[in-house]
């Protein structure tokens, strides 16, 4: 059943409900107890413990119990699952380690024929351990022995992408997701027999024509088989109602709304799937139309509470731009209000006239503060069309993208880390070629950890931290009212749930593993072993565990991450530099070849040459250009298209420039 999402205003009455407190939660949702049997804890990814034994008035007396380095060096950014006394956690390198949960000790290793994504983790149940791999593969194994139990091979005609987040397990059903939706083709979220691994249903994230949804995009137009719809994150699930929700990704091509207009189903949307046959019961989207790639990443949480006096089955739905969505789980529709309000259009990209926005608070900015953004370059706003005709705009691009949100039932809070750390976001002339957001010397950051009441949806507490943290761990939290989370420079903190205060810290001497975005924090998971209870967290090269009374010391701190973007990627032995290119993308999953012409490219970027050489830059585009020195030491003058300029560089040291006319064309060179 479709569920009408343009909701006008709101519902009506919505405004005059009463919000209640946090109710008991049900048995389902109740969070986590003695162990943490899923990335986000439990089924409903509240990363929400009922553990007390550590809390406001003993986590003074918090240390570390063990600590253990990962074999061969390997990195680990995957939530821990702790079951039957076993801590698990997967590697990038495609293991899976198991652990004694109470001291460390290695007890067990697996590595799978065919690599897979050992950063998403796994899921757990029924005495087993659930991944996905590389190539659309599922495979089971025995939770005490590591043994493989089933593997699923993906089925004949889907192609091989990658198992995107770990999978979901409730009623005999394993619930995994498949991304490749920004490799041009379609997301897609299967139902697995847990005992056997037989397929039992398949949901694709973007419609075939004839389907529910179809109408959604072009009939005249076959860009529907690549229509994205990436999934990224694990699917938290009700047992009792019998459903899997999952968000998916952005539509796809990614900036080329000209190819694709309609709404785009069920692209940027919450889908509530039968856990049995995968029929999709209800589904809300968040973005109509996106050409912003602002996909949904991070899981759904559920939770109960009351409204108006009435018991009511709640789910909480991140969008990227930093506001959440509270919704009922059971239906689809708002349980606190929801207006449309009109967006920035643009004709050419079919843009949708209005955009759903929760009445509360957002977590961050609306655009990109200026002060961030380099000289050279304008400060865009979420929501603004992606045009040619600016091509140096850096937009907010991701608040609140992929770091788990927690819950806590004992404050009905949300708990939100979010990144104000802007990107270049430009698009080609050609709507088919994808060019990725990025960052330049000069950009700033910072970060922000959030409490959110989930009863009215506005700011209870919120703290500025040096560090863009929208792409790490998040957070996870306590019946014992603390709240943990790591910092990308290597801190380990707890604090106040009520009030964000900070009540302890450890340094583990190690920044979090790198991810899309920069170092992140890395994934906590709390449990009990012989009555004591536990706080771990996988970082980068090591497993830590925390206890009260624990004994193993804090390290020295290391080398903070950087706050301002400095130069990034390969530097190139070179004298000569092209201004403009022309460059042909091979589409091999759509079987096409785009090309797309970029007057202001700079290759390579950063070249390295020796005191007393000349470098040249040849203008291979349409418009002049005119490099300068940073520092102003220099300059070749206007050079023509076609045209040539050389200066002699005679001073050694790093030397930044850029285009005096177009100054978002920059390079370096490094002088020997």
Known sequence: MRVAHRVMAVLAGMAALSVGGAAQVGRSLAGSGQEWTAPGGDLASTRYSRLTQINRDTVRKLGAAWVMELPDRQISRASPVVAGGLMFVTTTAGQVIAVDAATGAQR????????????????????????????????????????????KEREPGIPAQAMSAAPAYANGVVVAVVSGGDNFARGRIMGLDAKTGRQLWNFEVVPAPGQPGSETWPKDSDVWKYGGGAVW???????????????????????????????????????????????????????????????????MVLYDTVIGGRPRKGI???????????????????????????????????????????????????????????????????????????????????????????YSAQTGFFYGTACVHPKWVRRADNGWVFIFPSRVPGVMQYGLITA????TNRIAWQKKVPYAVCAGSGTSVTAGGILFHQAPDGTFLALDAKTGDQVWQFQTGEVGAPSGNGPGGS???????????????????HLWAFTLGGQVPSRPAPAPPPAIVGWEGRIVAATSIALGSEEVFNIRTANRK???????????????LAVGST?????????????????????TGPIQPGG???????????????????????GELTVE
């Open 108 to 151: 067990w290793t697996y590595r799978p024929d065919t690599p897979f994504n050992g950063n998403r983790g796994m899921g757990m149940g029924d005495g087993m351990l659930f991944a996905g791999l590389s190539d659309s593969t599922v495979i089971a194994l025995d939770q005490k022995t590591g043994a493989l139990v089933w593997k």
């Open 233 to 299: 994150m694990t699917p938290s699930i009700d047992p009792e109602l019998g459903l899997a929700y999952v968000g998916t990704g952005n539509a796809v091509p990614q900036f080329g709304g000209e190819l694709r207009p309609g709404d785009n189903l069920y692209t940027d949307s919450v889908v509530a799937l039968d856990l049995r046959t995968g029929a999709l019961r209800w589904h809300y989207q968040l973005i109509r139309h996106d050409i912003w790639e602002h996909d949904l990443s991070a899981p």
């Open 316 to 406: 909480a739905v991140s969008r990227t731009d930093g506001y959440l969505f509270l919704l009922d789980r059971q239906t689809g529709k708002p349980l606190l209000p929801i207006e449309e309000r009109p967006v920035k259009q643009l004709a050419s990209q079919h843009t949708a006239a209005t955009q759903p926005f929760p009445v509360g608070d957002r977590i961050g900015p609306e655009c990109t503060p200026k002060d961030l953004v380099p000289p050279g370059f304008e400060p865009g706003c979420y929501f603004d069309p992606i045009t040619t005709e600016r091509p140096n705009v850096f937009m907010p691009h991701m608040n609140t993208r992929f770091a788990p949100f927690s």
């Open 452 to 455: 959110l009441d989930s009863r």
């Open 523 to 541: 994934p906590i998971a709390v449990y009990e072993v012989g009555g004591q209870q536990y706080v771990a967290l996988s970082n980068n090269r």
């Open 594 to 608: 785009e090309a797309w012409t970029d007057p202001y490219s700079v290759t390579p970027i950063r070249a390295r």
């Open 615 to 635: 470098v040249t830059w040849t203008n291979a585009s349409k418009v002049a250009h005119t490099i300068v020195a940073r520092d102003g030491s220099w300059t």
């Open 644 to 666: 040539t300029a050389s200066v002699t560089m005679g001073r050694a040291g790093a030397h930044d420039y850029f285009c005096k006319d177009h100054p978002w064309s920059l």
